[in-house]
């Protein structure tokens, strides 16, 4: 998918997504989110959306939140403004394959429910690995394929239709394991009936 046909989603998407999307998903965003809470210090969350996890994080984390979708960032600042989230450092427009920081910034990257939606993944996993600080994690919450069952076959309909839904139905969780210095530490399904994954991966020390 191209960064045009993700802009052009999230325009039509921003208005509703809180209500839609937002809620679909949040049973994985409430897993992340109470496991960095657990972590501390800088975060940066990748395609922080509408920011509808900034409220709950803990307010001891130092956050940087990135996202291409001007709409999107538009609604996850004025949340900002409207909970008074003095932590929330910045809010940042960028391209994920391209993060404008420097090496080791951040003890942990969220990536909820983004990773399925960007072009190149795999070079946006490259990215979140050279931010990252040694022994640092990324947090990952999203749908990848699955080869049998309900979920295969709705992921098959929904394959057409994928750049009107604005993210990859049939994603291979084999596009965010490929760079080199990252291990996994967890790995595990969620609600509802194992739709979703939580994946958590470490940056090699050395």
Same mark, same amino acid.
């Given at each position: 998918? *191209?960064? !045009?046909?993700? %802009?052009?989603?999230?325009?039509?998407?921003?208005?509703?997504?809180?209500?839609?999307?937002?809620?679909?998903?949040?049973?994985?965003?409430?897993?992340?989110? /109470?496991?960095?809470?657990?972590?501390?210090?800088?975060?940066?969350?990748? +395609?922080? +959306?509408?920011?509808? $996890?900034?409220?709950?994080?803990?307010?001891?984390?130092?956050? /940087?939140?990135? *996202?291409?979708? #001007?709409?999107?960032?538009?609604?996850? &600042?004025?949340?900002?403004? %409207?909970?008074?989230? #003095?932590?929330?450092?910045?809010?940042?427009?960028? !391209?994920? &394959?391209?993060?404008?920081?420097? !090496?080791?910034?951040? *003890?942990?990257?969220?990536?909820?429910?983004?990773?399925?939606?960007?072009?190149?993944?795999?070079?946006?996993?490259?990215?979140?690995?050279?931010?990252?600080?040694?022994?640092?994690?990324?947090?990952?919450?999203?749908?990848?394929?699955?080869?049998?069952?309900?979920?295969? +076959?709705?992921?098959?309909?929904?394959?057409?239709?994928? &750049?009107?839904?604005?993210?990859? $139905?049939?994603?291979?969780? /084999? $596009?965010?394991?490929?760079?080199?210095?990252?291990?996994?530490?967890? &790995?595990?399904?969620?609600?509802?009936?194992?739709?979703?994954?939580?994946?958590?991966?470490?940056?090699?020390?050395?």
């Amino acid at each position: 998918m *191209d960064l !045009d046909a993700v %802009k052009n989603s999230y325009a039509r998407w921003a208005p509703v997504y809180d209500a839609t999307f937002g809620k679909l998903t949040h049973a994985g965003r409430r897993e992340a989110v /109470t496991y960095i809470n657990a972590r501390g210090g800088d975060l940066l969350e990748v +395609g922080v +959306g509408t920011g509808l $996890s900034l409220g709950a994080y803990d307010r001891a984390l130092r956050i /940087t939140g990135m *996202d291409y979708s #001007h709409d999107m960032l538009r609604k996850a &600042r004025a949340r900002v403004a %409207k909970l008074r989230l #003095h932590n929330v450092a910045a809010l940042l427009q960028m !391209d994920a &394959r391209d993060l404008d920081f420097p !090496d080791a910034s951040f *003890d942990t990257v969220a990536a909820m429910h983004v990773l399925s939606v960007v072009p190149e993944p795999e070079r946006v996993m490259a990215e979140i690995a050279r931010v990252l600080r040694p022994g640092g994690q990324v947090v990952i919450t999203n749908h990848f394929k699955h080869e049998r069952g309900v979920w295969a +076959g709705l992921a098959r309909a929904a394959a057409p239709l994928e &750049r009107v839904l604005g993210w990859h $139905s049939d994603f291979e969780i /084999t $596009s965010v394991l490929q760079d080199p210095r990252l291990q996994i530490v967890t &790995r595990r399904n969620l609600p509802p009936m194992g739709m979703m994954t939580f994946l958590v991966l470490e940056k090699r020390a050395n």
